[in-house]
Each structure stands twice: as C-alpha cells, then as structure tokens.
C-alpha cells in the first residue's frame, strides 16, 4: 500500500521533471514472475525503472540500507522499504544463498523483482562482469529476464549527490530471455550470465569490462588503473 501510494505521488513529479523516455516496455510481462536486469549507473536507477513499470518491482537490497543507525537510518530504511525493496545480507556464501533464496521465493509467488547483475554501481560509467545469481534464479524459477538499460542516470544523480539535476532520464527494455540447463554447473551458470550482460551492453552501448565492479571500485581505492 505504502508502495502504490508513493508511486502515485511521485510519478507526475518525476514525469514532469525528468521527462522518462522509455522504448520496449511492453516487453515485461503485465503477470507471472520475471527478473528485471538492469545495468547500474546511480541510485537513481531503483527508482526511475519502477515508476515507469507497470507492476511492482522488488529489489534484493543490501541489508545495510536497513541498519543504519539514527533517524538518518531510520529515515533510509522507510525510504527502501517504501520503494518495495526486499534486506538481504549479500557478503558471500551462506549470505548469498539465502539472497538466492529469497528471490527464488519471491518469483515463486509470482512477483516481478529487479536486479543489477554487476552487483554494485558502476565506477566510471562502464559495463563490469556480470554475478551468476541471476542466472541460477532464472534457470531454477523459469522466469524470463527482460534486460533494461538505463541512461543519464549518473549525470542526474552522481554517487554521494542527495539532490538530483533536472535531466531526461532514458531507459530501454529487451525482449525476454530465457534460460534453462543445470543450475549447479559453473560454466552454465557464468555462459547465462554472459549472455545476459552482452545484451545490456548492446542496449546500453557502453565499454565492456571483464572485471568485477566491486574489484575495480577496490583498485581505484588503491590508487591503480583499471
């Protein structure tokens, strides 16, 4: 309810403001369960793409949005929870797979839930190697993956900026992929996940990385090139 009610009071604002243009909508089903893979330029990105999907979109968020201390935090963790995002711990092994779980469970109830497959915004506006969580989900759940680039995202709100620029805002949808094969098998896993990230890069256009995002972002910390 807290979800409908903010998109409703949101949506003329931002349609007004940012003038969203938006190609291939109809290709995300209107029902049934279905995985939003979108690449991640800003945190703007997680609220853009919902307004203009039809449904609601439920992101497997980090769980530290919600456990932030202060009336900061607390003010962050209504600000996730009323964009219909889901705290899951994603810091590796038993972590990751109770994410996975959580977003086998919800597609098992129908829902259509959003993902970053890069797993971390990008540095420097490129395209990095794609996690194979979604692949493992998509293959275990049947759900098809509509792809979505986003665009202009990180000029309308760069990392650390509060207060968004007045920009147009573009987003493009894919045709559904589907996926099938042994969900336990690595190199199915990694060759899905591939094939997922090669369409966001022919939607997007952006330079491609075979580099974790979260590797490149550690490197730069480091002073080093990429």
């Known amino acids: 309810?807290?979800?409908?009610?903010?998109?409703?009071?949101?949506?003329?604002?931002l349609m007004l403001g940012f003038r969203p243009k938006v190609t291939g909508l109809r290709q995300v089903p209107t029902v049934g369960?279905?995985?939003?893979?979108?690449?991640h330029l800003s945190f703007s990105d997680s609220i853009f793409m919902p307004l203009v999907?039809?449904?609601?979109?439920?992101?497997?968020?980090?769980?530290e949005y919600f456990t932030s201390p202060g009336v900061k935090g607390l003010l962050k963790k209504?600000?996730?929870?009323?964009?219909?995002q889901v705290p899951v711990d994603r810091a590796g092994g038993r972590r990751s797979e109770a994410a996975l779980l959580t977003g086998?469970?919800?597609?098992?109830?129908?829902?259509?839930?959003?993902?970053y497959p890069e797993g971390t915004r990008s540095p420097d506006?490129?395209?990095?190697?794609?996690?194979?969580?979604?692949?493992?989900?998509?293959?275990?759940?049947?759900?098809?993956v509509v792809p979505v680039a986003m665009f202009n995202t990180a000029e309308i709100q760069p990392t650390g900026k509060v207060v968004p620029k007045l920009q147009r805002v573009e987003m493009v949808f894919g045709e559904p992929m589907y996926f099938e094969g042994d969900s336990t098998n690595v190199q199915v896993l990694r060759e899905a996940t591939d094939r997922i990230m090669?369409?966001?890069?022919?939607?997007?256009?952006?330079?491609?990385?075979?580099?974790?995002?979260s590797e490149?972002?550690?490197?730069?910390?480091?002073g080093e090139e990429i």
């Not at 039809?54 to 968020?61: C, D, E």
């Not at 194979?132 to 049947?142: D, F, N, V």
Request: charged share 20%; net charge positive.
């Open 216 to 222: 490149a972002k550690s490197r730069l910390a480091r």
């Open 53 to 63: 999907v039809p449904r609601k979109v439920t992101f497997l968020a980090k769980s």
């Open 198 to 213: 090669k369409t966001l890069q022919q939607l997007s256009g952006q330079e491609f990385v075979d580099m974790y995002a």
């Open 78 to 84: 209504l600000t996730f929870k009323a964009l219909g």
């Open 33 to 39: 369960p279905v995985i939003i893979a979108s690449n």
């Open 1 to 13: 309810m807290v979800y409908t009610t903010l998109k409703s009071f949101l949506s003329p604002l």
């Open 104 to 115: 086998l469970e919800l597609l098992k109830e129908g829902a259509c839930i959003g993902i």
């Open 125 to 144: 506006g490129r395209l990095y190697k794609g996690r194979t969580g979604i692949a493992r989900m998509a293959i275990e759940s049947g759900a098809p």
